[in-house]
């Protein structure tokens, strides 16, 4: 038998300890929050994208009865995909609200999202960074690929 680890390096940080451009990014993500539609989950997501050009994008989670909504990150990439076809996203925030206040600790994305955003990765053969903000700590880590080691990947 043989055994691999894995280690993910997260970097913590409070919003203060941020750089411009990252603290730009968190407050886009929270504000993309009041663009959530979360009725069935009241678990809402906001995300926000700043893409190689500078152009940041926002995005919240869409539910619907039959349960077949879009995650917030999904909304975001793919609205980067159909407006900037092309472009690399260089970094994503990602922050979540429920019962009145932002989730502790930081909330990462869910598995499908994995799954999308290591394919924007991939095909713009460079990392994206990832910030995910709680409502004290933040968390950042170099790459989509430090979420999902062991990717699906036809690539």
Do not use: H, W
């Not at 799954?115 to 989509?144: C, D, H, M, W």
Request: charged letters at 20%.
């Amino acid at each position: 038998m043989t055994e691999k680890n894995f280690v993910t390096k997260i970097q913590i940080y409070s919003y203060n300890e941020l750089n411009d451009e990252d603290k730009n990014l968190v407050d886009l993500a929270k504000e993309a929050i009041k663009g959530s539609y979360a009725p069935y989950s009241n678990f809402n997501v906001g995300a926000a994208l700043l893409l190689n050009n500078g152009v940041t994008i926002k995005g919240a989670n869409q539910e619907n009865a039959a349960f077949a909504g879009t995650c917030g990150e999904r909304s975001a990439c793919y609205n980067a995909g159909a407006n900037y076809p092309g472009v690399p996203i260089k970094k994503i925030a990602i922050t979540s609200f429920t019962r009145g206040s932002f989730v502790e600790p930081p909330t990462a994305p869910c598995g499908v999202c994995r799954q999308a955003l290591l394919e924007f990765e991939t095909q713009a053969n460079q990392p994206i960074e990832v910030i995910l903000v709680g409502r004290e700590k933040i968390y950042k880590l170099e790459s989509i690929k430090s979420l999902l080691p062991l990717a699906f990947s036809e690539f």
